[in-house]
């Protein structure tokens, strides 16, 4: 069993930066990918990056490549989504997800574990 918080959502303007992170408790934090989905209102949750256990490889959705970035901190048991030149479309309930599972899955069913959420408001 894993447990995810995430930290670090709030209110930005329009071309701000935010920094989310992801503090989970699994033993052995390296043996899962992890992820970041996200879920605006009225709409599904969508993929918005994924990065392996090393966190050797990493995957972003279209609409946040070049602005996001993920990152993970195995010895903390920490992962991050580093975000820049945010829009008003990113607004969002922002999920931290890890699983024993391929980084490259993008459908957010196939997660196991996920953290509570954190609200992501860019104003514009």
């Known amino acids: 069993q894993v447990q995810l918080a995430e930290l670090g959502g709030g209110l930005v303007q329009a071309g701000g930066s935010l920094r989310l992170s992801c503090a989970a408790s699994?033993?052995?934090?390296?043996?899962?990918?992890m992820g970041w989905f996200r879920q605006a209102p009225g709409k599904d949750r969508e993929f918005v990056a994924t990065?392996?256990?090393?966190?050797?490889?990493?995957a972003y959705a279209n609409s946040v490549k070049g602005r996001f970035t993920i990152s993970r901190d195995n010895a903390k048991n920490t992962g991050y989504l580093q975000m820049n030149s945010l829009k008003p479309e990113d607004t969002a309930v922002y999920f931290c997800?890890?699983?024993?599972?391929?980084?490259?899955?993008?459908?957010?069913?196939?997660?196991?574990?996920w953290g509570q959420g954190t609200q992501v408001t860019v104003s514009s």
């Open positions: 990065i392996t256990g090393s966190g050797a490889s990493t």
């Open positions: 699994a033993r052995t934090f390296s043996s899962y990918a």
């Open positions: 997800t890890a699983g024993v599972i391929a980084y490259t899955v993008v459908s957010a069913e196939r997660w196991d574990y």
